[in-house]
């Protein structure tokens, strides 16, 4: 399965942006699709996580700022990203783990000024 983010852009501090993340095929066989960002000079964190059962969860960063969610139908899930932050800033992957290994999609850059 491949992926491909969408979506980012330049938004203001405490604006809102919503990201997406296409699949090639269907991702009804991927229990868990991820979101990790990548800001400059830092090392890439888990943003969120959302299960095929809707269960998701969040890094404390972005705990109740940003929602994911999944359409299975569609193949893509997406990212609501409100009341952003400069330290938003960052290239944002979707991913997902089959073993042995993690995949990634090409990210997306979204630029947050103050």
């Known amino acids: 399965v491949q992926l491909q983010a969408s979506g980012g852009g330049l938004v203001q501090a405490g604006g809102s942006l919503s990201i997406s993340c296409a699949a090639s095929?269907?991702?009804?066989?991927?229990?868990?699709m991820d979101w990790y960002r990548q800001a400059p000079g830092k090392q890439r964190e888990l943003v969120a996580s959302?299960?095929?059962?809707?269960?998701?969860n969040y890094a404390d960063s972005v705990k109740g700022r940003f929602t994911v969610s999944r359409d299975n139908a569609k193949n893509t899930v997406y990212l609501q990203m409100n009341s952003l932050k400069p330290e938003d800033t960052a290239v944002y992957y979707c991913?997902?783990?089959?073993?042995?290994?993690?995949?990634w999609g090409q990210g997306t850059l979204v630029t947050v000024s103050s």
């Open positions: 095929t269907s991702i009804v066989s991927i229990n868990v």
């Open positions: 959302i299960t095929n059962g809707g269960l998701a």
């Open positions: 991913s997902y783990y089959r073993y042995p290994r993690r995949y």
